[in-house]
Antibody, heavy 120, light 107 residues
Framework: EVQLVESGGGLVQPGGSLRLSCAAS????????MYWVRQAPGKGLVWVSC????????RYADSVKGRLTISRDNAKSTLYLQMNSLRVEDTAVYYC?????????????WGQGTLVTVSS | DIQMTQSPSSVSASVGDRVTITCRAS??????LAWYQQKPGKAPNLLIY???NLQSGVPSRFSGSGSETDFTLTINSLQPEDFATYYC?????????FGQGTKLEIK
């Protein structure tokens, strides 16, 4: 069974930093692209970032480029999101996502999410 | 960036009804489109991929159609568990944008 468990969320002041982690199990982590998708309270879904299977290719939404960094440790089956220079508008539930089987960017498996609150 | 526009933003329906939700892409995306269902406090669930393919385990009352810029999600014979928010998402090119969502409410 595919499992994705996020951790690391919490309350942080504007300008602060946070690192999210996502522990993956139930599949061969090193063979899948992985993603972060966020959802502000009461709002819709927003794709944030993705990384290819060996970590050599990363992509970001314009709104987070230069501030958030995605990475992975395939030996530990763990996905990360380093969040720097956080803004109030980064407040959201952050979901770790695995794509569907095959060469596509469909989001088949989701973690339970971790809440990041940026507030003074 | 490709913009995804869903309509309506909300819809009220009764158990047993048929409901159709539409999604329009700002440029052609072939059939690189997915539909998700999200219930309050829960992560989204993939329903349809490649515009018309039913994800494993999803009831057959859900169906999708369309290509390029115009897509539809149809739910036949609504069940109580179908009342949720639905999102389309384009998988054609980064950034992998979502529609704004359609909230399906009980009439």
């Amino acid at each position: 069974e595919v499992q994705l468990v996020e951790s690391g969320g919490g309350l942080v002041q504007p300008g602060g930093s946070l690192r999210l982690s996502c522990a993956a199990s139930g599949f061969t982590f090193s063979t899948y692209w992985m993603y972060w998708v966020r959802q502000a309270p009461g709002k819709g879904l927003v794709w944030v970032s993705c990384i290819n299977s060996d970590g050599t290719n990363t992509r970001y939404a314009d709104s987070v480029k230069g501030r958030l960094t995605i990475s992975r440790d395939n030996a530990k089956s763990t996905l990360y999101l380093q969040m720097n220079s956080l803004r109030v508008e980064d407040t959201a539930v952050y979901y770790c996502v695995r794509r569907a089987v095959g060469p596509s960017h469909y989001f088949a498996y989701w973690g339970q999410g971790t809440l990041v609150t940026v507030s003074s | 960036d490709i913009q995804m526009t869903q309509s309506p933003s909300s819809v009220s329906a009764s158990v047993g009804d048929r409901v159709t939700i539409t999604c329009r892409a700002s440029q052609g995306i072939d059939t690189w489109l997915a539909w998700y269902q999200q219930k309050p406090g829960k992560a989204p669930n993939l329903l349809i991929y490649a515009a018309s393919n039913l994800q494993s385990g999803v009831p057959s009352r859900f169906s999708g159609s369309g290509s390029e810029t115009d897509f539809t999600l149809t739910i036949n014979s609504l069940q109580p568990e179908d009342f949720a928010t639905y999102y389309c998402q384009q998988a054609n090119s980064s950034p992998y944008t979502f529609g704004q969502g359609t909230k399906l409410e009980i009439k």
